[in-house]
């Protein structure tokens, strides 16, 4: 289950390109890793536990830097990262940790 994988706020969501999701209770990995994927869904973020998760989905470059670009925090795009070590996701990480400063 996601307990330990991302942080997931609790309720109940419609959430579109998606479903209808109760976070209220552990939440699968494949629907956690699809909410984290869906941009329309801000209320998530991601757990040292999500990274191999990620891995396994084998994401490019580009999809990495769309996730770095959405994050709300300095140890979440340092996880994300790890993910895809690309020189280009190393260059918008670290710009997007200086916005944060």
Same mark, same amino acid.
């Given at each position: 289950?996601?307990?330990?994988?991302?942080?997931?706020?609790?309720?109940v969501y419609?959430?579109?390109?998606?479903?209808?999701?109760?976070?209220?209770?552990?939440?699968?990995?494949?629907? /956690?890793? /699809?909410?984290? +994927?869906?941009?329309?869904?801000? $209320?998530?973020t991601l757990?040292?536990?999500?990274?191999? +998760?990620?891995?396994?989905?084998?994401?490019?470059?580009?999809?990495?830097?769309?996730?770095? +670009?959405?994050?709300?925090?300095?140890?979440?795009?340092?996880? +994300?990262?790890?993910?895809?070590?690309?020189?280009?996701?190393?260059?918008? /990480?670290?710009?997007?940790?200086?916005? $944060?400063?």
């Amino acid at each position: 289950m996601s307990k330990n994988n991302f942080n997931i706020r609790p309720g109940v969501y419609v959430v579109p390109n998606f479903k209808r999701i109760d976070c209220t209770v552990k939440v699968s990995n494949a629907d /956690a890793i /699809a909410l984290y +994927l869906n941009k329309d869904f801000p $209320f998530i973020t991601l757990k040292e536990g999500g990274v191999h +998760l990620l891995k396994k989905e084998r994401l490019n470059a580009k999809q990495v830097c769309q996730l770095i +670009l959405r994050s709300k925090s300095v140890e979440e795009v340092e996880l +994300l990262v790890e993910v895809n070590g690309a020189e280009i996701v190393k260059k918008i /990480a670290i710009t997007k940790i200086e916005s $944060f400063v």
